[in-house]
């Protein structure tokens, strides 16, 4: 089920946003000060291409001031719009039956794209 999920999901939109963010994460790695958050971008990227079967896990790392302070640089600088885009999709897919899980899928790419420092993506 997982498979259908992703295929649709990669055919209505997935697929684009994905190569947005891979396009965002090169942009960012051209300079050594943004690579940071270009891995980051990859990191979303990845989860935005399969999002179904995965899950986001709060990592023992994200305690830290680097990770507080790059999520609150990652946050002013584009990381809370993606985080409203996402939920705002999600309410819109969530009026329809058919489109329940597909705004489960961006509610957990809200958690992502709002703070992705000390996050890891795990098969679910």
């Known amino acids: 089920m997982n498979f259908i999920g992703n295929l649709i999901w990669l055919i209505f ?3 684009a946003s994905a190569l947005g963010y891979v396009f965002g994460g090169l942009v960012l790695c051209i ?3 943004g690579m940071p958050w270009g891995l980051q ?3 979303v990227a990845s989860m935005v291409l399969w999002p179904f079967g995965k899950k986001v896990i709060t990592t023992s ?3 830290g001031c680097l990770p507080m302070l ?3 640089i990652w946050i002013l600088c584009g990381g809370l719009y993606t985080a409203i885009v996402h939920i705002v999709f999600a309410f819109l897919l969530g009026i329809t039956v058919i489109g329940i899980p597909f ?3 961006h509610l ?3 958690e992502l794209s709002l703070m992705p420092f000390g996050k ?3 098969d679910a």
């Open 13 to 15: 939109g997935g697929l």
């Open 31 to 33: 300079t050594v000060v």
């Open 41 to 43: 971008c990859f990191k």
């Open 61 to 63: 790392s994200s305690n």
């Open 70 to 72: 790059c999520n609150i």
């Open 103 to 105: 705004a489960k899928q």
């Open 108 to 110: 957990k790419l809200v």
């Open 120 to 122: 890891v993506i795990v």
